[in-house]
């Protein structure tokens, strides 16, 4: 059974829910799932990450690229990437951002992942059109396009979270073996 983290920041709570619906849809689909508040971690936050066999980014954009707590935590990173702690896990990302935003935000996350050595999943087309036909043409990772400030989610962004969800943890179970 494939464990997966999922370390996000959240500005006003979409991307925890975001969060909160990948690791739904990785449950069902039998991978562990760890939710890490990157605001907020301890140790074993640290050590969840390092067991993990993939790791999904969440972060909102702000001002074009990620958060700056997020862009912390990737700093926070540079002596794993250094040693190559997390070479070849899979990596997906996703992020709640205004349409302009959104490719700048999730290339910021995919070459985060590289610099890692590790294995990017993007969305997978036939099962986001099945689910959720009305997303965004960003196909590097999950982006929900929203104004600044609080928002709720629809019911497709829902879908569309969980989807993503399903695609990681087919990826994450075929790279496992």
């Given at each position: 059974?494939?464990?997966?983290?999922?370390?996000?920041?959240?500005?006003?709570?979409?991307?925890?829910?975001?969060?909160?619906?990948?690791?739904?849809?990785?449950?069902?689909?039998?991978?562990?799932?760890?939710?890490?508040?990157?605001?907020?971690?301890?140790?074993?936050?640290?050590?969840?990450?390092?067991?993990?066999?993939?790791?999904?980014?969440?972060?909102?954009?702000?001002?074009?690229?990620?958060?700056?707590?997020?862009?912390?935590?990737?700093?926070?990173?540079?002596?794993?990437?250094?040693?190559?702690?997390?070479?070849?896990?899979?990596?997906?990302?996703?992020?709640?951002?205004?349409?302009?935003?959104?490719?700048?935000?999730?290339?910021?996350?995919?070459?985060?992942?590289?610099?890692?050595?590790?294995?990017?999943?993007?969305?997978?087309?036939?099962?986001?059109l099945a689910v959720a036909p009305d997303l965004?043409?960003?196909?590097?990772?999950?982006?929900?396009?929203?104004?600044?400030?609080?928002?709720?989610?629809?019911?497709?962004?829902?879908?569309?979270?969980?989807?993503?969800?399903?695609?990681?943890?087919?990826?994450?179970?075929?790279?496992?073996?």
């Amino acid at each position: 059974m494939p464990n997966i983290a999922i370390p996000y920041v959240t500005g006003h709570g979409p991307t925890r829910r975001l969060a909160e619906e990948i690791a739904t849809a990785l449950g069902q689909a039998d991978c562990n799932a760890r939710l890490i508040d990157i605001e907020v971690m301890f140790r074993i936050d640290w050590d969840a990450l390092e067991a993990s066999d993939a790791i999904v980014l969440g972060a909102p954009a702000a001002m074009g690229s990620t958060a700056a707590a997020f862009k912390s935590f990737m700093e926070d990173t540079a002596d794993i990437a250094a040693g190559q702690g997390w070479a070849d896990k899979i990596a997906a990302g996703f992020t709640v951002a205004p349409a302009g935003s959104a490719h700048a935000t999730l290339a910021q996350l995919a070459g985060f992942a590289a610099q890692h050595g590790m294995v990017w999943v993007g969305r997978d087309p036939a099962l986001d059109l099945a689910v959720a036909p009305d997303l965004p043409d960003v196909w590097q990772g999950l982006a929900v396009l929203a104004p600044p400030g609080p928002l709720p989610l629809t019911e497709a962004d829902l879908h569309a979270a969980r989807a993503f969800g399903t695609r990681i943890a087919r990826a994450a179970r075929r790279w496992s073996l």
